[in-house]
């Protein structure tokens, strides 16, 4: 395992719950359902795991809230630290991945327009089939997307400083946290979920409820025996 120094661990925990609370508070992003600092083999100081929700259609405006859930830990940084680190070098590849296939594939893009120009990976050629002015512009409509989404995303982790900087604390303190420690901290989240999370946040609760039940019922049984070994006369006492 690697060893972090405080100060990266600190910038690491804040980076997963800038991500954690974006992604709380994106209506189209997936939710959370555990996240962790503590760094793995494959060389992530941090991990989150999120509950995927079966879509096989999306719009922009989807689109663009999981690009600004992946940009969150880049501007938790910025907004905490007032700096930025390498930590998002794998997100910033899924944000261009994103926004180019807007551009390029999906033909969301109104400068470029209803065109799309799918990559071949058999193609060895390096051939591409527009022109250097059309590339030039998806360059530029790429950027400006980016750009406007990191904004954005910057006035939401600002918004939410108070909760991120709940998670963080969680996550220096615990290393690992959960869905459920993420709603008793910061609340619910402020819209209907689609039918699987509503389904996995119900029987999270109605297992927390038969545990609290359960954890009831034994703690009346242990106080009963209690009174009951009260009420017995000790041996040998005088009376």
Do not use: C
């Not at 992003?29 to 962790?36: E, G, I, N, Q, R």
């Not at 893009?109 to 512009?137: C, H, I, M």
């Not at 979920?193 to 946040?201: A, L, P």
């Amino acid at each position: 395992n690697k060893i972090m120094s405080l100060d990266e661990k600190s910038i690491v925990a804040h980076h997963e719950a800038g991500h954690a609370v974006a992604g709380w508070f994106l209506e189209h992003a997936d939710p959370l359902l555990k996240v962790t600092i503590i760094p793995r083999s494959s060389g992530a100081l941090g991990y989150a795991q999120y509950l995927p929700k079966e879509v096989f259609l999306r719009t922009q405006d989807q689109i663009m809230d999981i690009v600004m859930m992946a940009l969150a830990g880049r501007a938790a940084e910025e907004v905490f630290f007032g700096r930025v680190t390498t930590g998002a070098s794998d997100d910033l590849k899924r944000v261009t991945q994103l926004v180019y296939s807007t551009i390029q594939v999906y033909g969301m893009n109104s400068r470029v327009g209803q065109l799309a120009f799918p990559k071949d990976p058999n193609d060895f050629t390096g051939e591409k089939p527009y022109s250097d002015a059309t590339a030039e512009a998806m360059d530029e409509e790429a950027r400006n997307i980016v750009e406007n989404a990191y904004n954005k995303t910057l006035e939401l982790i600002r918004e939410k400083k108070h909760e991120v900087e709940t998670i963080a604390e969680m996550l220096l303190e615990k290393e690992t946290i959960t869905h459920d420690m993420v709603l008793d901290a910061i609340g619910e989240r402020p819209f209907k979920g689609h039918k699987v999370y509503d389904e996995y946040v119900s029987q999270r609760k109605a297992d927390k409820e038969n545990a609290d039940e359960s954890e009831k019922s034994d703690k009346e049984m242990e106080e009963k025996k209690d009174e009951e070994s009260g009420n017995g006369l000790e041996p040998n006492l005088a009376l």
